[in-house]
T-cell receptor
Framework: KQEVTQIPAALSVPEGENLVLNCSFT??????LQWFRQDPGKGLTSLLL?????REQTSGRLNASLDKSSGRSTLYIAASQPGDSATYLC?????????????FGTGTRLLVSP | DAGVIQSPRHEVTEMGQEVTLRCKPI?????LFWYRQTMMRGLELLIY????????DSGMPEDRFSAKMPNASFSTLKIQPSEPRDSAVYFC??????????FGPGTRLTVL
């Protein structure tokens, strides 16, 4: 069964810092991985979907990488801003139950201080 | 596109009452997912549909929960009878099959 872990659980940084959020997964027989953002009391917003063939995907100040061999993905946020404060979740498919079924990590709660 | 639409946004009910949550997926998406999020258990998949057919309902907690998708643009999640431990935020999501899921704003359910 796929298991997804995110480290750290919480992160507090001053505005302007570059930061890395980590995600690890146990079953590497996946062909993509998705990163989401969740603001308090809101739904999940899709940030990036990385295909295993791409290894990296970029959107604005966000860059996500995927290394299937090591079972890891990272989300890099450049020049962080207070508006980036949110919980970031990664989700990987569970190959054993069909690739449509996503398994979510518990998230990294990010606070960017002005 | 308006995105995934869920109603109601908030629901407060008393134990034993029937609760129906509604979802309209993004037009053209052929997968629909129902999730539940709590502080204790995080985000859990309850059931998902493909082309209106339930594919995996192994996450449905018990017989009190049921879900239907009568057509490509509408799905319901019903809890009957509701219990206080069902209090959570329920999300609906849809995808076009490339595995990128788009979530609705959620329904916050409180069962007293």
């Amino acid at each position: 069964k796929q298991e997804v872990t995110q480290i750290p659980a919480a992160l507090s940084v001053p505005e302007g810092e570059n930061l890395v959020l980590n995600c690890s997964f146990t079953d590497s027989a996946i062909y993509n991985l998705q990163w989401f953002r969740q603001d308090p009391g809101k739904g999940l917003t899709s940030l990036l979907l990385i295909q295993s063939s791409q290894r990296e995907q970029t959107s604005g100040r966000l860059n996500a990488s995927l290394d299937k061999s090591s079972g890891r993905s990272t989300l890099y946020i450049a020049a962080s801003q207070p508006g980036d404060s949110a919980t970031y979740l990664c989700a990987a498919p569970d190959p054993n139950t069909g690739f449509q079924k996503l398994v979510f990590g518990t998230g990294t709660r990010l606070l960017v201080s002005p | 596109d308006a995105g995934v639409i869920q109603s109601p946004r908030h629901e407060v009910t008393e134990m034993g009452q029937e609760v129906t949550l509604r979802c309209k997926p993004i037009s053209g998406h052929d997968y629909l997912f129902w999730y539940r999020q709590t502080m204790m258990r995080g985000l859990e998949l309850l059931i998902y549909f493909n082309n209106n057919v339930p594919i995996d309902d192994s996450g449905m907690p018990e017989d009190r929960f049921s879900a239907k998708m009568p057509n490509a643009s509408f799905s319901t999640l019903k809890i009957q009878p509701s219990e206080p431990r069902d209090s959570a935020v329920y999300f609906c999501a849809s995808s076009s099959g490339n595995n990128e899921q788009f979530f609705g704003p959620g329904t916050r359910l409180t069962v007293l």
